[in-house]
């Protein structure tokens, strides 16, 4: 089957996008045209480009301390094969601090750095690539977004347009993500146990219908 998926963050459920609601100190912000601080921050989304139309999830600096951090939590994605992500970030201002994006397995007990862009990166929405390794595509993992502030009201970060598609991304820009080896071997361990679970099963059907049978 297919793998196709594309968040704009145009309807308020944000495609799936959850909060950090323990371990990070605010929120992620849906917003659309521009952020309250001058001199930081996009004038309006990637998509529409137009001032005031689409939407984007931003952090707003003002009034956050240093090292305060907000975490944001994509659905779960799964695929047979490998699978290109992309994503789109804003990071302009003269005090921004980082953009770090992780991939947390579906078990949840392992978590990888793919990807960090640090400083200001200009008034302009970027594109990064990664490509996701078929052993983590299988296994099934969610992105985790996670921007950190430097205690100044000009660092605004946003991201918006991520994507999820089969195979590989095909450009020179791409970064390969690493997949921790035990995460491979944990999942590969929990199919082969439930494949010998159902086989065992039937086999009990099997038994049990031949001696109602006799």
Not at 157 to 186: M, Y
Not at 201 to 212: A, E, G, P, T
Request: aromatic share 10%.
């Amino acid at each position: 089957a297919k793998t196709q998926s594309f968040c704009g963050f145009e309807n308020d459920d944000m495609c799936g996008f959850t909060q950090e609601t323990e371990k990070d100190q605010f929120d992620w912000t849906r917003s659309k045209g521009e952020t309250p601080s001058s001199n930081t921050g996009p004038s309006g989304d990637h998509t529409c480009r137009a001032k005031g139309a689409g939407h984007f999830l931003y952090v707003e600096a003002s009034g956050r301390g240093n090292n305060e951090r907000a975490v944001m939590y994509s659905p779960f994605y799964q695929s047979l094969d490998q699978l290109c992500l992309g994503f789109y970030y804003h990071m302009y201002g003269r005090q921004i601090g980082t953009l770090n994006v992780y991939t947390k397995t579906r078990s949840g007990d392992v978590i990888e750095a793919a990807w960090r862009a640090y400083g200001n990166q200009g008034n302009v929405w970027i594109q990064a690539l990664l490509d996701i390794p078929k052993k983590l595509a299988r296994a099934g993992f969610q992105l985790v977004f996670e921007a950190t502030m430097t205690g100044s009201y000009l660092g605004d970060i946003a991201i918006d347009d991520i994507s999820v598609s089969d195979g590989r991304c095909g450009s020179d820009s791409v970064i390969p993500v690493s997949v921790h080896s035990n995460v491979t071997l944990e999942r590969s361990a929990q199919l082969r146990r439930l494949q010998k679970f159902k086989k065992f099963r039937k086999m009990l059907r099997r038994r049990r219908n031949d001696n109602s049978d006799s």
